[in-house]
DNA sequence: GTCTATATAATGATAGAC
DNA sequence: GTCTATCATTATATAGAC
């Protein structure tokens, strides 16, 4: 996590930062709370600066958000191999949120996968190949159970995980855009189930399985007789 | 299910709709496709009158979008005993999706939950206290196994249900907002890993669940000495 | 580098003719 | 009921002074 620290320039105060990485921090910020309709002029109110400089500096709106993209991506790719190691896809984007300091990095994230774009499908293809790998070892570890398509169930659980963080902020929207409040609380009210889930399953029998399982093997020697 | 078809007016032609039906079903359309940023002059275009006429029906674009609000949570509330009591929440959704005609009012849905508001949240809501009584029935007849907490497993399953949803169409974005193509893509995709996770779980041993339920009671008791 | 002032484009909404 | 024409607002982006 030390890098990641680097990145956000932990003990250097706003004042020492240029221009240019204010504003680019101010963005963070702003889409992060309010999504990717903030305004130009909020950014720069927010930053401290004139909404022509913002322009100046990024060249426009979209170029800025971008620019966000990338810094935000970097952090993450620097953070991954601690974050993927050691847990669910899930706790991957809550351990942001256990420090406060990267609640912006969090809102950024989530609101890019609501909006979608380049960002929300690059973010979900690489969560996608991490978590098959991450998944791979813990199974040849034994302590995840084998699955019949290991590719489809990570693709699976990663949109388990973040559906559920998206859904949940729809449910409890967070207050200023605070998520580090907001994904503690979902941690609080999703670990049981979750772990209920994960640890027992949910049905009490294996019928609706195999009867889904005879009717794929059905359809695949159709398609291949 | 007939009063669905009712509902969508099947067997009439779109012309024999008064243009504020027209205007109404357009918006959701459009307001499924490009969500809710989709202009009045769009919106107006696809239903082949002038965009002023669309605010003389209506009095405003918000108000246009509470009218398909209304209109959409009445289509569901008239589908809804048949779709709960035989599904889960996921499963809800991707049943309206294999009827193409109501490809739209998935999208609608995905769009009204990817962007919050009353909708979402009453939605969200509707489908928990929903999945909650269903949940209930289903343990009860000994298909569902009990949980220690069934409010918060009902709520944490609404949200994997539907979040997984939102994820997959940030993955796959639908080709021209056709949402049945894509909720079919989705049920293809899901129902092998999800079974198996419903079936099997997904961890080989209880001890991360345990660990928790200690960690959980110590918390408690701590609060209450 | 930074600001003020302004151009330009798009949008929601209005007014009045038909 | 429906349209055309227009207004008012807001947004991004530009131009030029300092």
Redesign the pocket.
Known sequence: MVSLLNMRSVGVVPEDL???AR?RDAAVRRFGIEGF????????AEA?????????????????RAVCDEHVLRVIREAETDAFTSATPTDFIARFAEIDEYAPLVGYLVQALLAGGDLAATLLARMTADAESYLADAVAAGRIRPSRDPAARAAFLVDVGIGAVLSFVRRHPPVDGDYGAALRAYAEASSLPALELYTEGLLTDASMLEAYLTYRDTEESRNQP
């Open positions: 240029t221009a240019r504003i309709g903030a305004s130009v002029r909020a950014i720069a401290g600066v004139s909404p022509g400089l913002v322009i100046h500096h990024f060249g426009s709106k979209d170029a800025l």
